[in-house]
């Protein structure tokens, strides 16, 4: 008797909604060692803002090759960018940061030790051919092992690393600038080295990606690792089935060495990706890109980079008060990544996009008025210096609760299996061009139409930006990877596709469910737990 009470509470609870799934601290813990790489970018940018004062002092450099100097990694890192695709699907994507590791733990070197302006500039070639590696292949990484669940969490790891980065950056130039001015950049430049050792030693303790295991016909090793990073068994499973699916594998093929179907090579993929793609190829590559083009192009790296420039002109004179400004802005940039984490997944990709970036095109607006209005006046103006540097910081936190992260979860998760690489290669090169033009023309450009006028290009960017977010960018927030492409394809008509795939959801589990109640009405139990959900004013 006791045993059939047993068995029919066992039934109910059958009925029960699924819980919420418990946050996986093995994919945590593999993402968190991945992003480790993103310190290395993030650095670089905090430390080279406060270095290039000391080093325009000690290396009588103009302006213009001050610009150079510090935007030429970006376009340096194209280099590593453009290899990073191949070199991660050749050898696979955990000891590709093994070599982004490497790459710029020798270029942090010959920066610390430079003697010359060319020398210095082939120290800045060699760290920049590293972090473009490191910027493709982190988020990457983290969005193949993520689960859908948690996946907006986990993907923004590298934008939070890349910000804890510049913070370290900012840290250490005030740590070293009372050094003598040809010994502090030195230092400041030199101990980058340092992050990268961590990285290359981190990677022991990590993964290979399921789906570059898959890739090279290991289903057993890539289940493996699906198992751990999944928030179930059955997720696991429908995992696999779809990485399987994506690779040409057939779904009856469970051995764990399997023959992997000749894969398109190279040249298919860029046929496929930008000479004859399908509309949906054609819808993903331009939100892709796009997205990561206005990142850049709406100013962050001009407020980053040049931090100290925009204090000087809002009236702060020291060099250590500005410097100390900067660390006020590494650290409420660091904080407010840390917030957009935990609210990805739970508000999803568009409202917080949506949200960030309205708000930077208003304070890019009041802090152009603000430099405006400084650069007029004979007197100084305690208002206008406080407004401006209010701006400075509610910028920096407006990007990073949704245009910094947002940028990498996105494009990493839009494009389907067979193009992941070589499209977040390409993304990853607009974003660096895209920085380096930024950086590289930021004090010609507030020389010839004002610093104020420069920061009103920047808003006037942004807001084409919004409406470019608003038109075409579907909301991907709890879709699988392997979903994406089906939501792709109309343009500006997404939404239909969108409420199309959700209907279509809604109707399968319906049935589902419908099935399994009329699977069990036949047993006594289950007729006693029909007639107790008929009941008015009690939940099951």
């Known amino acids: ?158 934008e939070v690393f ?41 990677v022991l303790a990590m993964p290979e990606s399921p789906r570059w295991l898959v ?46 179907p000749k894969r398109a090579n190279g040249d298919n993929v860029w046929k496929e990706l930008i000479f004859s793609p399908t509309p949906a190829i054609r819808h993903i590559l331009i939100t892709g890109v796009g997205i990561h083009f206005f990142q850049q192009a709406s100013g962050i790296d001009a407020v980053v980079l040049y931090s100290p420039k925009i204090f000087e002109k809002a009236g702060i004179k020291s060099d250590h008060d500005r410097l100390l400004c900067t660390v006020a802005v590494g650290v409420v940039k660091t904080l407010f990544i840390l917030v957009a984490t935990f609210m990805l997944d739970r508000s999803g990709r568009r409202p917080l996009l949506l949200t960030s970036v309205g708000g930077m095109v208003a304070s890019l607006v009041l802090l152009a008025t603000g430099l405006t209005i400084i650069d007029h006046s004979e007197q100084k103006l305690v208002w206008a210096i406080v407004l401006c540097i209010a701006m400075v910081l509610a910028y920096v936190a407006l990007f990073s609760i949704g245009m910094g992260p947002i940028t990498w979860v996105y494009s990493s998760e839009i494009f389907p299996l067979r193009l992941r690489a070589t499209g977040c290669s390409i993304g990853v090169a607009v974003n660096r061009v895209t920085s380096g033009v930024v950086s590289m023309t930021f004090l010609s450009l507030q020389k010839a139409i004002t610093i104020g006028a420069a920061f009103f290009l920047y808003a006037a960017l942004a807001a084409v930006a919004w409406v470019f ?72």
């Open 215 to 260: 890739m090279q016909g290991r289903l057993g090793d890539a289940r493996r690792v699906l198992n751990k990073t999944s928030d179930s068994l059955q997720e696991a499973q429908l995992r696999l089935a779809d990485i399987k699916q994506a690779a040409g594998i057939p779904e009856n093929c469970n051995d764990d060495i399997v023959e992997v």
């Open 1 to 158: 008797m006791e045993e059939n009470k047993q068995n029919q509470v066992a039934r109910i609870q059958d009925f029960d909604p699924p819980k919420k799934p418990k946050t996986n601290k093995y994919a945590i813990a593999c993402t968190f060692l991945a992003s480790l790489s993103s310190i290395l970018l993030g650095y670089d940018i905090g430390v080279m803002s406060g270095a290039i004062i000391y080093i325009k002092k000690d290396l009588h450099i103009t302006d213009v090759q001050v610009e150079i100097l510090v935007g030429i990694l970006n376009v340096y890192s194209l280099f590593g960018s453009a290899a990073a695709g191949r070199t991660s699907d050749w050898i696979g994507r955990r000891y590709t940061m093994v070599v982004a590791a490497g790459i710029f733990f020798a270029g942090a070197l010959l920066m610390g030790f430079a003697t010359t302006y060319a020398f210095l500039m082939f120290g800045r070639f060699v760290a920049g051919v590293g972090v473009g590696y490191a910027l493709m292949v982190a988020p990457v990484y983290t969005a193949e092992v993520a689960p859908a669940s948690s996946r907006g969490f986990l993907t923004s790891f590298p």
């Open 162 to 202: 890349i910000n804890f980065g510049i913070l370290m950056g900012y840290v250490s130039n005030v740590a070293f600038s009372k050094l003598p001015t040809h010994l502090s950049w030195r230092f400041m430049l030199g101990i980058g080295a340092v992050p990268s050792v961590f990285l290359a030693v981190s």
């Open 469 to 540: 977010f608003y038109t075409l960018m579907p909301e991907t927030q709890g879709k699988t990877l392997e979903e994406m492409e089906t939501l792709f394809g109309t343009f500006w008509n997404w939404r239909e596709r969108a409420r199309e795939l959700k209907e279509l959801k809604k109707t399968e589990k319906n049935s589902n469910d419908n099935g399994q109640i009329q699977m069990g009405t036949n047993n006594p139990a289950m007729q006693n737990f029909m007639m107790v959900s008929a009941q008015p004013n009690i939940v099951v």
